[in-house]
Every structure is written in structure tokens, then in C-alpha cells.
């Protein structure tokens, strides 16, 4: 690649956020320049980051067309949003109105209800503050992911909009949130019951390049397996 | 009101998520027919109340146009974009698309890195299976809204697109996220220390009809005070 990207995309190959970003990038066929920021050897919190995200966290993205704009694009899913005004095809969210709420809303079940409760600011606290061991903070993992997955399922089997994919025969923004969770599930090793139509919609996502290329074991700094 | 309204809204006076969905509605000039969920009494899981949302959550929408579509509107930042896409004025986004990543991205810090971790079904776990008393709670809720407002403050008080609101001059989906967090830290009798900006734009906010006649007091079920 000789041609300078558009963009600069900072992220950790384990965080569940930056597989989004990455997942949405793959699907629209652009190409950021990506940086690595090792957030177990809290680089985050550099000087040299803290420049560029004063929150210190990823993913940040840096548009090179952004004009006057100097500050990152920041949470993954405002970063979707925006990859899909800025390059509208392949679609991530459908044309009408109620397929795109159903999608968005679906995204949010596992965005906001489920994944921020098992990150790893929320383990800190628990098991310092809180007084959690290993066990009890699995067992609080096991619960989130259960209560959220187990929410989904539950619409997924029953409402009509459902198709190959979370909604209709495409991906959306939707599925980028449920394989955002099931690929770090993984990394805990944590297994969630009786979501089967969750589970075939993963399979489905992951004969995709888009999906496959995003995997957190395939990123720079992923440990061997 | 004789005519018919579009929408019927299910809702509960204190809950954060239906506040953010009842400012929208305001600020579009749009009224929904409001029906009561009482979640203290449980009425969020009686049969009735489950044929219209089956994870039985509020906010929840009908919208009587959908034609096909029976399921519910849900999710109160899917359901905002729902309404920023079908009454386009007065809009809750900017025009162009580094705003729009920019609102979405200070809503999605409260609405998904902060409010998820202080609602009753974290409560109810924490004070059962996780050990919590009284004070080890309010520590928890205390801790979470002010690393989301701190955080928000930061970016409130640093970046050159916040206004008078928090991008602008005029009331965004950003506002509204960062109203419904703090009338809840009011509920809880909760303060956090520090936020000049963000205590300054919630003032704004609230000398407007749209944000004072959505305040959880004002609403049916509400406790006299």
C-alpha cells in the first residue's frame, strides 16, 4: 500500500469496541492504517496517546480529511454510524425507517446493555472495591452474557425481521455487535445456553472475510494459540 | 385531544431511558399517548404488558403506521434516531457528519458507558449475589456517574464544538443523554464534584419546555414532593 489511508484507527486486538470498527471497515472495503495500543502494558495512558484520545481509551479514529476537526472519532458504534454516512454501500443498516430502528435497537441490546457490564474497568472495581474473587466475577460474566444473548435469542426466533442475518439477508450493524460479544466470550472461554439462532447467525457472520479478518486472534499483539 | 395520536409510548415516570425518549417527542412537537408501567409494582412482567414487549422493558413505542411491522420501538437512542429520521425538524443532529459522530459519540458515554451500569437489574445483582450493602451500592453508583460525567466534563470543557449545548447552540441527542443521567443522580441523591460544564449546559437545557416538562417529578406516578 503506497497511497496514504484516510485514516488512523488505534486499537487493541483483544477489546470487543475495536473488533467492531474493524468488522465495519472490512464490510465497507476500507483500508484504515492501524496502530497498536497495548492496554495491558498501559500505553493508553502515554503521553504519545494521551495526545491523541485525551480519554485514553480506544478505538480512536483519526479522519486525514477531517478539516478543522482535530479531536478522534471515539465509541465504536457512533463510528459505524458515521462509516455509513460516509460510504454507503454495502449498507449496514437497512433503507427503512422501522428495519433501521429494529437494527439499531438490536445493536444497543449488546453495545450498551450487555457489553459495558463485563469490561475490564468493571473487573477492576469488583475485584478490588466490590471484594470478587475469580469465581464471583465469572459468575457476574456468565450472567451478563446470559441475560443479554439470551434477550436477543428471544427476539431473534420470534420476530419476522430475522433473516439469515440479524435482520433481513445482510449485515448490519446489528450482527457486527452480536459477533462483537461471542468473540469475547470466547477469550473468557464463557458459554452462554440455548441461543441457537444466535449461534447460526455467528456461523453465518464468520464465512464472511469481513467478519473472519476481524477476529481478535488474527490481530497484531494477539498471543499464539 | 380528539384525534388519534401516531404513537402510543409505554413508559414509567423515574426510569432514565424513557425520559430520553419523552424529550425527544418534546423537542419534535409530537405527542405520544402515554401509558403507565408501574416497574415497582411488576407490571412490566403481567401478560398484558408482555404481548406488547416481550422482554418486558420500557420505553417501549407502538407506532400505528408501521403497516407490517406488530413489534415495538425499543432501545431510547434507536428510538431517537427513529425520530430524528421521521420528523427531521427541529433536528437532534448536526448537518454535517464529523457533528454527527461527535453527538453520538458524547451520548453513547452516557448512554451505554454509564447509565447501563446503575440500572435495578445491576442493583438487585449486586445487592444478592454480590454481597453489597447500602453504602458498598451508592460507592458503586457514586464511582460510575462520576467517571462518566468527569469524563464527559473533560470533553465538554476542552473540545471547540461544545456551545451553549454540547455541540452548538441548539439541543442535540448529546443533551438529552446528559439530561437523563443527571435527573437520575437527582432521584439517588447523588452528586459528583467538578463538571462546571456539564452542571452549566443541564441548566440550558432545563429553561427549556422540552426538558422541564420531561422531568421524572412532573410525570404520572411520580411521588408528590
Chains 1, 2 share one sequence.
Request: charged share 20%; net charge negative; aromatic share 8%.
Amino acid at each position: 500500500m503506497t497511497q496514504t489511508s484516510r485514516f488512523e484507527q488505534f486499537s487493541f486486538w483483544r477489546t470487543s469496541a475495536t473488533y467492531r470498527v474493524r468488522v465495519g471497515f472490512n464490510l465497507k472495503g476500507v483500508q484504515p492504517e492501524e496502530h497498536y495500543v497495548n492496554l495491558d502494558a498501559g500505553e493508553q495512558r502515554s503521553e504519545a496517546f494521551l495526545r491523541i484520545n485525551p480519554l485514553g481509551a480506544v478505538p480512536a479514529l483519526i479522519d486525514r480529511e477531517a478539516g478543522q476537526s482535530t479531536i478522534p472519532l471515539t465509541q465504536s458504534v457512533a463510528i459505524l454510524e458515521f462509516l455509513e454516512e460516509t460510504y454507503s454501500t454495502p449498507a449496514m443498516l437497512p433503507q427503512d425507517e422501522h428495519g433501521r430502528a429494529r437494527v439499531r435497537s438490536l445493536a444497543t441490546m449488546l453495545a450498551a446493555d450487555t457489553h459495558p457490564l463485563i469490561t475490564p474497568r468493571v473487573k477492576k472495581y469488583l475485584t478490588t472495591a466490590g471484594n470478587f474473587d475469580e469465581v464471583a466475577w465469572r459468575a457476574w460474566q456468565t450472567h451478563w452474557f446470559g441475560t443479554g444473548l439470551q434477550a436477543l435469542e428471544q427476539r431473534l426466533a420470534n420476530e419476522t425481521g430475522t433473516g439469515t442475518f440479524c435482520h433481513g439477508d445482510t449485515p448490519t450493524m446489528a450482527d457486527i455487535c452480536l459477533a462483537s460479544i461471542i468473540v469475547v466470550m470466547r477469550t473468557f472461554k464463557i458459554e452462554v445456553a440455548d441461543i441457537p439462532t444466535v449461534q447460526r447467525i455467528m456461523a453465518t457472520c464468520e464465512q464472511l472475510d469481513a467478519f473472519a479478518k476481524a477476529d481478535p486472534g488474527r490481530q497484531f499483539g494477539a498471543p499464539k494459540s
